[in-house]
């Protein structure tokens, strides 16, 4: 029915298994066609109208109105995967981050990041550029990009 390429990781399965459990309302290991939609909208995915015709129509003929847990992760594991396809891994985020961070403290300051930039680029940025991507970076506005508050930044501006 829905193809995965790459397992779940045992986090998304968690979610899942949560997701599912929330909305298995007799707790009879089954989702009623009805009540999936609302456990997507809940988990943040907002199926068209179109998608959700066909999946509750999947859903009906061939299940019989009810979906298994296995099913529904056969649903979400490509909707999970697919949000996550070109985000960098978590591993590779964090060799990143700590290649920069020279004095492994932890976060990467202004010293850290000009080196990181020129290593990266070959050249020194001006000042204010190199001020304008750690003010980019750095969530909690101490000076200092940190790996935990800024992965999501770094992840979208690493190659």
């Known amino acids: ?3 995965q390429e790459r ?3 045992q986090a998304e399965l968690d ?18 066609y009805k009540d999936v939609a609302e456990c997507m909208r809940t988990m943040g995915y907002m199926p068209t109208e179109m998608e959700l015709l066909e ?8 299940m019989g109105g009810l979906m298994d847990f296995e099913d529904f992760t056969e649903l979400m594991g490509p909707r999970m ?16 981050f700590v290649q920069f961070d020279l ?9 850290e990041m000009k080196e990181a930039v020129k290593s990266m680029l070959g ?9 304008e991507i750690l003010k980019e970076l750095d969530i909690n506005a101490d000076g ?6 800024g992965k999501q930044q770094l992840s979208s501006c690493l190659p």
Not at 83 to 96: N, V
Not at 103 to 111: E, H, L, M, V
């Open 123 to 131: 050249e020194k940025l001006k000042k204010g550029e190199l001020e």
């Open 144 to 149: 200092n990009i940190d790996f935990e508050g």
């Open 1 to 3: 029915m829905f193809l």
């Open 15 to 32: 979610e899942l298994q949560e997701a599912f459990k929330e909305f298995d309302y007799d707790q009879d290991g089954y989702l009623n």
């Open 103 to 111: 004095d492994g403290d932890g976060k990467i300051n202004q010293d």
């Open 55 to 62: 999946i509750v129509q999947q859903i009906k003929m061939r």
């Open 81 to 96: 995967m697919g949000e996550t396809a070109d985000m960098l891994g978590l591993k590779e985020l964090q060799s990143a």
């Open 7 to 9: 397992e779940l990781a």
